[in-house]
């Protein structure tokens, strides 16, 4: 079982950053992948990055590709999202989750977090 929680998420100019944090509890979370997704109003939930398990390979979005970086720290049990440049698009509820199964899928992921809002003015 993995609990994770965000946090990091805020109101920010286009052009600027934002660094999205995942806290997970649980001993085994450096045994799973893990991912950002994020869904703004009225639109499906959309991958955004992902990361194994060891933090050797990420997955990037095309949207976000060389603009958001994701990272992990297993001794700390929390995995990163670093927003640069953003873009008023990028304006979305962002959720970290966690799977044994890495992909760009929301059915490939076990365990989601609340999700922090991000939002960005033009």
């Known amino acids: 079982q993995v609990q994770l929680v965000e946090s990091g998420g805020g109101l920010v100019r286009a052009g600027g950053s934002l660094r999205l944090s995942c806290a997970a509890s649980g001993r085994t979370f450096s045994s799973y992948g893990m991912g950002w997704f994020r869904q703004a109003p009225g639109k499906e939930r959309q991958f955004v990055a992902a990361i194994t398990w060891g933090g050797r390979t990420t997955y990037y979005a095309d949207s976000v590709e060389g603009r958001f970086t994701i990272s992990r720290d297993n001794a700390k049990n929390t995995v990163y999202l670093e927003m640069n440049s953003l873009k008023p698009e990028d304006t979305a509820v962002y959720y970290c989750?966690?799977?044994?199964?890495?992909?760009?899928?929301?059915?490939?992921?076990?365990?989601w977090g609340q999700g922090t809002q991000v939002t960005v003015s033009s």
């Open positions: 989750a966690a799977g044994y199964e890495l992909g760009s899928r929301s059915d490939e992921y076990d365990y």
